[in-house]
């Protein structure tokens, strides 16, 4: 099947307008050929171009990548080394093609955490890209969620107690403004690669709705057509949000 069929059976009314994806697998991809694990992140570039241009080829607002995790700081060094080099040369590569379609950039994480040279990288594209309005690329980077939900809490602590905000401010709405994500809509599909079917400690608040898709290629394997394929598995699905399918059709 062309990919251009498979594009064309999308129904572009009910497209998610934010998709996070967990791009894992590429370690294996790389050991299948006898190559160290470095190799696969590497190739795994590709397929970031290839998923993020498809996605804003469809009009997809947002889209989340989970490129490196808090539990990642515990990988040998060599591993974290190369992968912080890639992600910069990645980002100061990349970013004359953001530019040009019109996709900004944002980080989610422990920005603090990562090695200056990045940080600066990262805040470099950020500002460039800002005005961008197309689609959203949003990079989770020395991420967890189970830390950001914390920050959230200890920043709505500080402010009760500052008596900046009262007991009706712990609402979920409030309580979202605290979170990494802030202002942008929830992700509707979450995609993971490589067979492995887990959340990862990965946007656990912002996921509560998602649909789920999980495929069995690993991440430098994945092109456009993969991307169509999970979100017409996607559309196929009924969301119920703890509604009856017979309270859904009445509506
Ligand atoms: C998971 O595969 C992948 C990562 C931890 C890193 C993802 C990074 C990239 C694709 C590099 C570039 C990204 C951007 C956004 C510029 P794994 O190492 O866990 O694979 P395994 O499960 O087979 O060991």
């Known amino acids: 099947m062309s ?16 998709i996070a994806v967990i791009m894992d697998g590429n370690g294996r ?13 590497k190739n795994g570039v590709l397929a970031v171009r290839e998923i993020t241009e498809a996605a804003a080829e469809l009009g997809v607002k947002y889209l989340t990548l989970y490129a490196f995790s808090k539990e990642n700081w515990n ?5 974290v080394d190369a992968l912080m080099s890639l992600l910069v040369s990645t980002i100061g590569k990349e970013v004359t093609t953001l530019q040009k379609n019109n996709i900004r950039l944002k980080a989610i994480g422990d920005i ?5 040279k990045n940080q600066r990288e990262l805040e470099k594209a950020i500002t460039l890209t800002k005005n961008n309005s197309r689609m ?7 991420y967890g969620s189970r830390w950001e939900i914390l920050q959230a809490a200890k920043s709505m602590a500080h402010k009760y107690k500052e008596g900046l905000i009262s007991d ?8 979202e403004a605290e979170l990494n994500t802030t ?8 995609i993971r690669t490589s067979g492995e ?3 990862s400690n990965f946007l656990l608040w912002q996921l509560a709705y998602a649909e789920l898709y999980f495929t069995e290629k690993l991440w430098p394997d994945m092109r456009k057509e993969d991307l169509f394929e999970a979100i017409l598995d996607y559309q196929r699905r009924e969301r119920r949000f703890g509604k009856t399918s017979e309270q859904l059709q009445n509506n």
């Open 3 to 18: 990919s251009l069929s498979l594009k064309d059976k999308i129904d572009l009314a009910k497209l998610p307008k934010h």
């Open 29 to 41: 991809w790389a050991k299948k050929q006898g190559k160290l694990r470095v190799f696969g992140h």
């Open 75 to 79: 990988r040998p060094k060599y591993e």
């Open 112 to 116: 603090a955490s990562l090695p200056l």
């Open 136 to 142: 959203t690329l949003v990079l989770a980077l020395s």
């Open 168 to 175: 009706d401010d712990f609402v979920e709405s409030r309580f």
């Open 183 to 190: 202002g942008f809509p929830e992700p509707e599909l979450m």
């Open 197 to 199: 079917k887990r959340i």
